[in-house]
């Protein structure tokens, strides 16, 4: 199905890098904004080829990567979607094209070509979508096979202020001075050589431990903007006072529950405080951690179902094509999402067992709303559930939590 649409082309190697002094300026410029503090540990005599690892908040990540690896050439990779409107650009600087979440066959291919080949710098985001609320996304220990395989130096790079700055979800900036970025390198050659996959995932588990919440309150950060809780209730969708989903709103610096009328006042230092007196979590990410709890409960006794009419879009290059009306089902099995194109019926499946975590948008372009990107090796489908109560938010901490059912229960 589709087959009438160009695909990207996933096989061509990537070119080596131009306009690094360029894009090493742009990055500059943003460092030099936010007053970004920047170390360097253990990186004497390590020089491309090695892979550089880096969690993943904000745009501003991006250029970050690049002052910080200049005068060094580096490719990395980048979410299709990355390459609307200026494939030829990208892949001008290198960026290695890549639909989420799924296993590519020529990705070893692309990452063989620029270690050996180029003998440049290969950075990915393993996390593989920006932190929905500053902690720790999901990295998986094939990340720490691909690292043992290419057998050169691991360094990461850890960043600091960038999801403070600008949200996942308000990606308004916030002006925030004094970023932090650590430039490390976890293991050598020789290390790595000697290291089982095991300790490489190790040192990679360790290493990206975050929490951006608990780092703008210990720095004293403060957010004066009037609007900055505006958008939090779109991580922040169940309320613990009442148990309701799907009421909570924000306006201002409030966050607040329709439901049974309960308001939190999101402070400067980025932490909430209930206007009643009682705050049930003052500290975003242990909220949105309790609504992984509640969603692994309806995971574990089977409850978990997701249902609604959609329109869907299809990114098979670097366009989107929308492709009209459908049904997306979630379930303990997985998504099926189905339609009629051009008169012919389509269905697209794809089982919980293989996919670890989905990557979702909030009112993804002001288009149609918030949206779950669903992917196969050739197309990329922008699916926008039509339903008012949903969350896209808890349709990705199920995708998480039906990945670690069905693996524990193997």
């Excluded at 460092?31 to 090695?50: C, E």
């Excluded at 005068?71 to 979410?79: G, R, T």
């Excluded at 609320?133 to 043992?148: D, E, N, Q």
């Excluded at 403060?222 to 009442?242: D, Q, T």
């Amino acid at each position: 199905m589709f087959d009438q649409f160009e695909k990207f082309d996933m096989k061509a190697n990537p070119k080596n890098p131009v306009l690094v002094p360029l894009t090493t300026i742009i990055g500059a410029l943003e460092v030099w904004k936010h007053k970004a503090i920047i170390n360097k540990i253990n990186m004497k005599g390590i020089k491309p080829p090695y892979i550089l690892l880096a969690n993943h908040n904000a745009f501003l990540d991006i250029q970050m990567l690049r002052y910080i690896t200049f005068p060094h050439k580096m490719s990395y990779i980048v979410a299709i979607d990355g390459f609307l409107g200026r494939k030829k650009f990208l892949e001008s600087i290198g960026c290695i094209c890549k639909r989420k979440f799924t296993t590519d066959p020529y990705l070893i291919q692309h990452i063989d070509y620029v270690l050996n080949k180029q003998k440049n710098i290969l950075a990915m985001f393993p996390e593989a979508r920006y932190s929905l609320c500053g902690t720790t996304a999901i990295i998986p220990s094939s990340v720490a096979r691909l690292v043992k395989h290419f057998n050169v130096p691991l360094v990461i790079l850890q960043m600091r202020g960038h999801h403070i700055n600008s949200p996942f979800w308000n990606l308004r900036m916030r002006k925030v001075k004094g970023i932090e970025a650590d430039l490390k390198c976890v293991a050598t050659k020789e290390e790595i050589e000697s290291m089982s996959v095991e300790e490489i995932n190790e040192i990679i588990q360790n290493e990206f431990i975050y929490d951006e919440y608990a780092w703008q309150k210990k720095k004293g950060i403060r957010i004066p903007f009037e609007w900055r809780a505006e958008g939090l209730h779109k991580v922040l969708y169940k309320c613990p006072h009442c148990g309701k989903e799907y009421e909570m709103s924000t306006s201002g610096s409030i966050l607040k529950c329709n439901a049974c009328g309960k308001e939190w006042f999101y402070t400067e230092l980025g932490e909430l405080e209930g206007k009643d007196g009682v705050t049930e979590f003052s500290h975003i990410p242990d909220w949105y951690e309790w609504e992984r709890d509640e969603v692994r409960k309806e995971v574990e006794n089977g409850t978990y179902y997701f249902e609604s009419e959609v329109h869907t879009d299809i990114l098979p290059k670097d366009k989107f094509i929308p492709i009209g009306k459908g049904k997306l089902v979630h379930n303990l099995n997985g998504f099926t999402l189905t339609g009629e194109f051009e008169g012919e019926p389509y269905e697209l499946k794809i089982a919980s067992k293989s996919i670890y975590g989905v990557h979702i948008e909030y009112e993804y372009l002001g288009k149609y709303g918030d949206c779950v990107d669903l992917n196969t090796l050739d197309n990329t489908y922008y699916v926008y559930p039509e339903r008012k109560d949903f969350s896209v938010t808890k349709i990705s901490l199920a995708v998480e939590e039906i990945y670690k059912h069905i693996s524990k229960n193997r």
